[in-house]
């Protein structure tokens, strides 16, 4: 079969990036450890409101000197809708839906997740700056899901 010389060039091209980016997936996955999310852990979402960590969510020192968040995103709400959070420590917020997908998303940081129903979405971050942040539900929900909002608020001295 004849083949174009400059449909074959670029048939060559087409495989060669598909190798080179093949390899740099593979390269970073082994090399730098990224991967996708992987933090698989279920719930019931029936009872997680009745009984458990999320039935009083909120904020709770660690022994090893951060904090945990336990948060609920329900329609159309975040609970609890104030959080506070000292700066300079690690937070670990983990976050579960009883109802249906949400989005937790602190703006102008780089935390945002999904909240899905069954499963425990859990992100650690250090705030530097102390201050106001605006969290917003970035999944559409319901009726309502342009009112998904709440706050956290960093506190103490940088
Ligand atoms: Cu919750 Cu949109």
Not at 20 to 48: K, M, Q
Not at 139 to 155: D, F, N, P, S
Request: a negative charge; proline letters at 8%; aromatic letters at 8%.
């Amino acid at each position: 079969m004849e083949v174009d010389r400059y449909e074959r060039y670029w048939m060559w091209a087409a495989t060669g990036m598909l190798v080179l980016f093949l390899g740099a997936i593979v390269l970073t996955a082994l090399a730098g450890s990224a991967h996708p999310p992987s933090h698989v852990e279920t719930i019931d979402p029936e009872t997680l409101s009745i009984r458990g960590e999320f039935a009083a969510p909120g904020v709770t020192p660690r022994a090893d000197g951060g904090v945990t968040v336990s948060m609920r995103a329900e329609m159309y709400v975040f609970r609890p809708e104030v959080i506070r959070v000292p700066a300079g420590t690690p937070v670990t917020f983990r976050i579960t839906s009883p109802d249906v997908l949400h989005g937790f998303q602190i703006v102008g940081t780089n935390i945002n997740v999904t909240v899905a129903p069954g499963y425990v979405s859990e992100v650690t971050t250090t705030f530097r700056r102390p201050g106001e942040y605006l969290v917003v539900c970035n999944e559409y929900c319901g009726l309502a899901h342009h009112l998904m909002q709440g706050k956290v608020i960093v506190e103490g001295a940088p």
